[in-house]
T-cell receptor
Framework: DAKTTQPPSMDCAEGRAANLPCNHS???????VYWYRQIHSQGPQYIIH???NNETNEMASLIITEDRKSSTLILPHATLRDTAVYYC?????????????FGTGTRLKVLA | DAGVIQSPRHEVTEMGQEVTLRCKPI?????LFWYRQTMMRGLELLIY????????DSGMPEDRFSAKMPNASFSTLKIQPSEPRDSAVYFC?????????????FGSGTRLTVV
């Protein structure tokens, strides 16, 4: 079962910041938080990941609370092409490797 | 970098027929994952391999499903016999070192329709 909960949908005005929340209250100390997005019926696309520090890359920023029980993905200037389903995932270690269990995600709609 | 390559992109088959989906991971990636996506169940992890060895196939729905990875550059997911409820988009993903760094790279998927 997924270890994360997300709101099912959100709207955001084009050009504004999109803040997507995620709860992962049962996360373990060495488990990373990953974010992916899926545009229409394409394969999911990696966005960003983090352990406990805030992270930023060319796509987004990831803010993780100090207790690590929740995080927020920030798209600083949302465009219409950012309309997608966004998945927050806790990476689980198993048998010398890792796996991702996808939840239901947040459907973000960027409005013109 | 051609990315993860899946074939075919679309497959329509009759119930009872054997279906084989193919995946070529990114060169140098040593972990490979098969997912299935439906409207009802979302993205489900079916099976994954590390260094060509199956690690966990607990997500495979039934014995009708089987997966192989004969070498580092090729994997197959087979359904025999196929049923209408197997209709879904099947994604393959690969990563280096189980995605410790930049996560998985997904293919474009195979849309399977069983009639």
């Amino acid at each position: 079962d997924a270890k994360t909960t997300q709101p099912p949908s959100m709207d955001c005005a084009e050009g504004r910041a999109a803040n997507l929340p995620c709860n992962h209250s049962t996360i373990s100390g060495n488990e990373y938080v990953y974010w992916y997005r899926q545009i229409h019926s394409q394969g999911p696309q990696y966005i960003i990941h983090g352990l406990k520090n805030n992270e930023t890359n060319e796509m987004a920023s990831l803010i993780i609370t100090e207790d690590r029980k929740s995080s927020t993905l920030i798209l600083p200037h949302a465009t219409l092409r950012d309309t997608a389903v966004y998945y927050c995932i806790v990476r689980v270690a198993v048998s010398g490797t890792y796996k991702y269990i996808f939840g239901t995600g947040t459907r973000l709609k960027v409005l013109a | 970098d051609a990315g993860v390559i899946q074939s075919p992109r679309h497959e329509v088959t009759e119930m009872g027929q054997e279906v084989t989906l193919r995946c070529k991971p990114i060169s140098g990636h040593n972990s490979l994952f098969w997912y299935r996506q439906t409207m009802m169940r979302g993205l489900e992890l079916l099976i994954y391999f590390n260094n060509n060895v199956p690690i966990d196939d607990s997500g495979m729905p039934e014995d009708r499903f089987s997966a192989k990875m004969p070498n580092a550059s090729f994997s197959t997911l087979k359904i025999q016999p196929s049923e209408p409820r197997d209709s879904a988009v099947y994604f393959c993903a690969s990563s280096r070192d189980a995605g410790v760094g930049g996560g998985y790279t997904f293919g474009s998927g195979t849309r399977l329709t069983v009639v």
